[in-house]
């Protein structure tokens, strides 16, 4: 109940414009609430250089540096993991699409060679100062890349996807398909088990009947751009011109799928 309260309470404020707003005040006080293991965190980690703590919320939903640093480890050793399982190369060409603050890409294995791609040029501005041994791309909120064709052996896309329109689904799709080599791995994060409550009544019955739900009102790219992708859509629509090897796999709140271009 109080989780379908909440949802009823996001609505109405979505409908009425003012989400932003709330997200604003959300932020106070997280940031409040995680300042002093953040400088207790900074203290024990002197070279440490911390993101800027707005977009970290804006894009995780929290404000600790130590969350940020422990959830991205674990995150990057499962991406990592799969890679592995299904890419043969000494060097892989892998790329990170929608990469953010670097809270994945900046922990994968150092042979990799690594991209990370944004639309915020704020945060890719941040990850060229501050993160080495990889290459930082800004992207536009529709394709291309900045990438030739066939560019990368591995691309993924964690809770990307989760915040598109339909529109924005069949386009970037079609371009992580372009930037792929042939027998190239997508690896991407999805919500396609949504939890009790977590949707409205009509939201839950179009998500039943197999039908991509979304949330929209706000930017499109932003993390409350929501959208719901049942695991049937998943392998019917988006992935058709994918072989899924595995998935849906829960993974840190999602649903992963590992597929490869054919």
Partial sequence: MRAAAKQRAV?????LGVLPAFEAVKFVAAAGAAARANRAYLAAHPDFVAPPLWWMHDMYT???YERYMTSGAATAAAVAKRIEAHIEAKYPRVADWGCGLARVIRHLPENYQRTGFDYNARAIAWCRAHIKGARFETNGAAPPLP???GAFDALYALSVFTHLSASGHAAWIAEIERVLRPGG?????FHAAPGAGQLLPGERARFDRGELV?????KEGGRTFTAFQPESWIRVELLKNFDILEGPTPCFGQSLFVARRR
Avoid at 11 to 15: K, S, Y
């Fill in 214 to 218: 979304v949330r929209g009102g706000v």
């Fill in 147 to 149: 990438a030739e064709p």
């Fill in 11 to 15: 609505a109405i404020a979505r409908a």
């Fill in 62 to 64: 929290h404000a600790s």
């Fill in 185 to 189: 791995l997508f690896i991407g994060a």
